[in-house]
């Protein structure tokens, strides 16, 4: 039975939250079926299968270019239905979330979000998810015969074997029950790097006094190559953009490397890190409790420590 999985992409770009959840499905044995929607170069498409997709549908209506969520939900009931896929696997976003809820009212599905590690088939379907903002772990029984899983950034290796998937066009019937919202406008990130995909970020606190010295966090982000975020404060007073803001109320991150600079640590702001593979933090209160969660710490003046960090980084 082959397993379906929803690939995102950002401007023709394929999420490696996607392509995650791609090796995810590959890992649990059977055959793979990506599903991706819009504006997304063959090639790209393509290069799913060495994720471990074996064949990629693409939808490319242009009524979906906007991003409806119940036309992409609709989308993905025909891709079940005409595959015969039992499982869906899908990565957890802001997109990825609303559109299983819909998909598992309509197929009556078990859906799990979070979901952090394979199944254990064992004995019926379980699965491990992370709760409590990455605090905890619930290990939770899908009893329906078809299940929905929204997988948890970096809970799997990304599997590379160089092989490449098929593309295949996929027809799609979108009913105008698909359409009852208009998007009139969208306004894109500012940033090259998007912040929910990076690999790499830089984040600045209220210890940056204000938006006047939000140079030294750009420089050291784009000399390491990374995106730039923030403390709720900072967007709230409108030194950045909201879209950057971090936390249990902002964009939840999980990169391989997280550099906090001038953020205390508060419980609100930890709850959209603690996924980082590593936390460095900069600060000049030895007690902020950012340092009780950092990987590497530097207690220092942000103003004297940034630049020497980024010229260092520079010359290396
Ligand atoms: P501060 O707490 O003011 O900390 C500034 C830090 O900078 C201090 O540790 C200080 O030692 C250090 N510093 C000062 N000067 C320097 C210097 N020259 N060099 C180096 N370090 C220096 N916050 C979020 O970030 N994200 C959220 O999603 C979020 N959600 C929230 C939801 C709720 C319901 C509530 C109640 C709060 C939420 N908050 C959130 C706010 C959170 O509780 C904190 O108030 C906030 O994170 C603090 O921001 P900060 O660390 O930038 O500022």
Not at 17 to 35: K, R
Not at 36 to 57: Q, W, Y
Not at 220 to 225: D, H, I, P, S
Not at 264 to 270: E, K, M, P, T, W
Request: some cysteine.
């Amino acid at each position: 039975m082959a397993i379906l999985v929803f690939i995102e992409h950002a401007e023709g770009v394929v999420k490696k939250s996607s392509l995650e959840a791609v090796s995810y499905a590959a890992a649990m044995g059977d055959e793979v079926i990506g599903l991706a929607v819009g504006s997304i170069d063959e090639g790209a498409l393509k290069a799913a299968g060495n994720a471990g997709a074996s064949k990629v549908l693409h939808v490319t209506d242009e009524k979906l270019e906007k991003g409806i969520i119940q036309a992409y939900a609709q989308v993905i009931n025909q891709a079940m239905e005409s595959t015969g896929a039992e499982i869906l696997v899908l990565a957890k976003s802001s997109l990825g979330d609303p559109v299983a809820a819909r998909v598992a009212a309509k197929q009556g599905a078990g859906f799990v979000s979070n979901v952090s590690d394979l199944p254990d088939t064992s004995n019926g379907f379980k699965v491990k998810r992370s709760i409590y903002t990455g605090k905890a772990f619930a290990n939770v029984e899908i009893k329906t015969d078809k299940k929905i899983l929204g997988l948890k950034k970096n809970a799997v290796e990304l599997k590379t074997d160089g092989s490449e998937a098929t593309v295949e066009k996929f027809d799609v019937l979108l009913s105008d029950d698909s359409f009852k919202v208009t998007i009139t406008s969208q306004d894109k990130a500012t940033g090259e790097i998007l912040l929910p995909e990076a690999e790499l970020v830089v984040s600045g606190g209220r210890g940056m006094k204000g938006p006047e010295n939000w140079g030294m966090i750009e420089e050291l982000a784009k000399t390491l190559g990374a995106a730039t975020g923030c403390s709720k404060p900072v967007s709230d007073m409108g030194w950045r953009p909201h879209h950057e803001h971090v936390g249990q109320t902002g964009v939840k991150v999980s990169p391989q490397l997280y550099v906090a600079i001038g953020i205390s640590g508060a419980i609100q702001h930890l709850a959209g890190v603690n996924s980082s593979k590593n936390i460095v933090v900069i600060n000049k209160d030895p007690e902020a409790p950012f340092f009780a969660a950092a990987d590497y710490g530097i207690v220092g003046d942000a103003f004297e420590v940034v630049p020497k960090l980024t010229e260092a980084l520079k010359a290396a």
